[in-house]
């Protein structure tokens, strides 16, 4: 996990795209791996666009009454 949390960290100090920084990730897993996966493993990428009324990551958005 350490790994992981030090590529993300570097990857938004240098303010990759979200794409890129997924390309980059992928990339080094494989690296780290000489290209044989072991194991499964998924990863996600999510990429927030606000809009049509709804609210963004940064809104506040209260209870139901």
Known sequence: MDRLTDFVSRALADQFSAPETMRRLVHAILQHQ????????????????????????????????
Do not use: I, R, S
């Open 34 to 65: 000489q290209d044989a996966l072991q194991d499964d493993a998924t990863a996600v990428l999510v990429h927030w666009q606000p809009g049509a009324g709804m609210p963004g990551p940064d809104d506040v958005v209260a209870p139901p009454d």
